[in-house]
Structures are given as structure tokens and as C-alpha cells.
């Protein structure tokens, strides 16, 4: 089965998921025939989605633009859409290296979409594994260091020359002054001139960062799909740490930002099904857990005397599987129904 199918597939019990994050639904034997007959409705308007907004390719002209804008990006239906598949991602960032100005081109296109992915209560863990594997060599080329580094010497170079063409005889008569003048014109030349030849590499990079941040913190997981669920995240640790190499994460205390982002998400999907997942799940989890060779384990923490990211999930396994067992005891059961049977309105409401 391709990736693209498998996240098709998948993408259906995403949906559900979420139903039962918002209206907090105890499921039961009705209710999960209710949540098949849901999920088959679902796949058929993901596909009708993914024919309309997906398979006609982006003309990148001024009417197809235009078009895009219109019919698509504020469309209600792409918003439900989006969190399955960042294909239009991809494509505008593939256009952008050839555009004049390539990283002002690139924080546009991830603030874009990054202003219209937080209207999403949730993002596919899968496709967004996915999308950062698609785009890691096209950010590789919009993150050159060495191509920055060029443009700025260029900066100072012209700085110089101008200096010393035009201002002889400050050099001459006052040589203090002289380079107070030279380092303030590279330093307002940097701040400025460099921006209006193209956004700087800090810029884009922040752009990369937010948008991050953003689809990080509405990561779900398929609780049915028990061997995909960690090694989603296993991936995640090592496409991010990729990232930090070609410099589209811009130092290392933004991608502990970032592993913190995913342990706290994580940690939030545990809480919600932690009765669902299988002991062999959990083995697979605290098997990493104990040889802690994950980057998303191993990175230092930014402040002292802080929780680290290991100890952290640590705790959050051992919960679940308390709950797990509580499960399989029946003790979470009779609780519920104890509930249920000394409270009816509340019953009803849950």
C-alpha cells in the first residue's frame, strides 16, 4: 500500500477521533456502529475533497492564484481537508525557488498556511510525516548558510568601497570617527538593504518554526493503527533533527521547543485512549523509553533543574498502563456506570 493510500485510510478514524475529543463520547456497542456507518460517510467526502481540491494542479499566475484563493484556500471544505494533505504546501515551496525573492516567498507561503491551519481542531500525524519528508530537500535549498552568508558579505563589501570612495578625508582627519560611520552604515545596510534584496535567514526560519508549532499541537493518532502510533513519533524525532541541519530550525533550543511540543501531544492522546492501546504497544514504547537513544530523549534540556522529556513520558506511560489495567479489571467500567446510574443527567450529557 503507498504512503498516500495509507494516509487516505487513515485519515477516517482521524476524524472520529476528534468528534470524541470535542463532545467527550463514552463509546459503546451501538455507538460503534454508529462510528462505522460515520467513518464510510466520511471517506467518501475525503475523496470527493481530495478530487476537487487536490488532483487539478496550481496554476501559479495571477488568475490561477487568484482561483486558488477563492475556490479553495477559503473554501470551508478545504479546511477539512488541510490537516489530511499538504500536497499545496509542497507545491507553492517547490514554485518559490524560482521566484526572485525565494525566502520572502517561503515565509509567505508558511504563514498562508499556517493562518489557516489553526482554524483546524486537529492535524494527521501521518500526512504530516510525510510532508516533512517531502519538503526536506526543497528547504535545503531555500536554507543555504552559504548562500546568506554571500549576500551579506556582499553588503559589507559595498559598504566599504563606499566608504572609502566618498569619505577620503574623515579617514584622514579623523580615523575613530571614520569607522563609527563605516560600522553604523554596515549595520543599518544589514538591517535593511539585505531585506529588500530578500527576507533574511532568521526570518525564515521563524516562519518554519511558527507554522511547526502550530500543526505539532493538533497532532492525533489512529488508536486502531497501534504499530504506526509511536513510530510516528520515532520519525518526527529524527525529521526534525534533520531540519536543524540544514538550518531550517534555527539552533537547538528551538528544536527542544519543538520535542516538547510533541511529548506534550502525545502525552494528551495517552490520556485520552489510554484503555484503547494493546500491552505490546506500550512494551514497544518503554522498550525506547529504557535505551533512550531517541534525539526527542537524548537532547538536553534548555534550563535547570526542569523535568526532562524522558522522565516526563515516563510518567505518562506509567499512567496509562495503570489505566489499562483498570480497564481490563473492569474497575474504570463499574466506576462509569456507578456514575451513570447515580447521576442520569450527567449520564446523558457524557
Known amino acids: 500500500m503507498s504512503a498516500r493510500s495509507f494516509i487516505l485510510k487513515n485519515c477516517l478514524a482521524q476524524f472520529f477521533i476528534s468528534f470524541l475529543i470535542i463532545n467527550a463520547i463514552e463509546p459503546n456497542v451501538q455507538q460503534n456502529k454508529e462510528k462505522n456507518n460515520n467513518i464510510k460517510v466520511i471517506n467518501n467526502i475525503i475523496e470527493d475533497f481530495a478530487d476537487d481540491f487536490f488532483k487539478v494542479p496550481i496554476s501559479f499566475t495571477r488568475t490561477g492564484m487568484k482561483n486558488f484563493m477563492t475556490n479553495i484556500y477559503n473554501s470551508n471544505q478545504y479546511l477539512s481537508c488541510l490537516p489530511h494533505k499538504f500536497n499545496h504546501i509542497s507545491d507553492f515551496l517547490k514554485y ?13 507561503v508558511f504563514d498562508l498556511f499556517g493562518q489557516r491551519l489553526k482554524g483546524s481542531i486537529f492535524v494527521n500525524s501521518y500526512s504530516f510525516c510525510e510532508f516533512i519528508e517531502d519538503v526536506h530537500g526543497t528547504l535545503k535549498q531555500y536554507m543555504s548558510f552559504d548562500k546568506d552568508m554571500a549576500e551579506r ?9 563606499e566608504m572609502f570612495a566618498n569619505h577620503s578625508n ?3 582627519e579623523d580615523p575613530e570617527k571614520f569607522l563609527d560611520k563605516l560600522s553604523g552604515n554596515i549595520l543599518y545596510s544589514l538591517d535593511n538593504q539585505l531585506e529588500d534584496r530578500d ?3 532568521d526570518r525564515a526560519q521563524q516562519s518554519i518554526y511558527d507554522f511547526l508549532e502550530i500543526s505539532l499541537n493538533k497532532l492525533v493518532w489512529n488508536p486502531a493503527d497501534q504499530n504506526y502510533i509511536w513510530e510516528s513519533v520515532r520519525l518526527l524525532s529524527y525529521q526534525l533533527e534533520n ?20 511529548i506534550y501531544r502525545f502525552c494528551y492522546f495517552l490520556d ?6 494493546k500491552p505490546e504497544c506500550y512494551a514497544i514504547i518503554n522498550n525506547d523509553l ?11 534540556e534548555q534550563e535547570f533543574f526542569m523535568t526532562t522529556k524522558l522522565d516526563y513520558l515516563k510518567n505518562a506511560i506509567f499512567i496509562a498502563q495503570a489505566k489499562l489495567i483498570a480497564k481490563d479489571r473492569g474497575l474504570i467500567t463499574q466506576e462509569i456506570s ?5 447521576n442520569p443527567k450527567r449520564a446523558t450529557q457524557a
Do not use: C
Not at 485520552?272 to 492501546?277: C, I, N, Y
Not at 529504557?290 to 538536553?300: D, F, H, W, Y
Open 338 to 342: 456507578k456514575t451513570k446510574k447515580n
Open 243 to 262: 531540519l536543524i541541519k540544514i538550518h531550517a530550525i534555527r539552533d537547538y533550543e528551538v528544536l527542544d521547543k519543538l520535542y516538547w511540543s510533541i
Open 96 to 108: 518559490g525557488l524560482n521566484t526572485p525573492y525565494p525566502r520572502t516567498y517561503l515565509k509567505s
Open 199 to 201: 527576507t533574511s535567514l
Open 170 to 172: 574623515l579617514r584622514k
Open 290 to 300: 529504557e535505551q533512550a537513544k531517541l534525539p526527542l530523549l537524548t537532547l538536553q
Open 153 to 161: 558579505k556582499a553588503v559589507v563589501k559595498e559598504q566599504i568601497l
Open 272 to 277: 485520552m485512549f489510554a484503555g484503547e492501546l
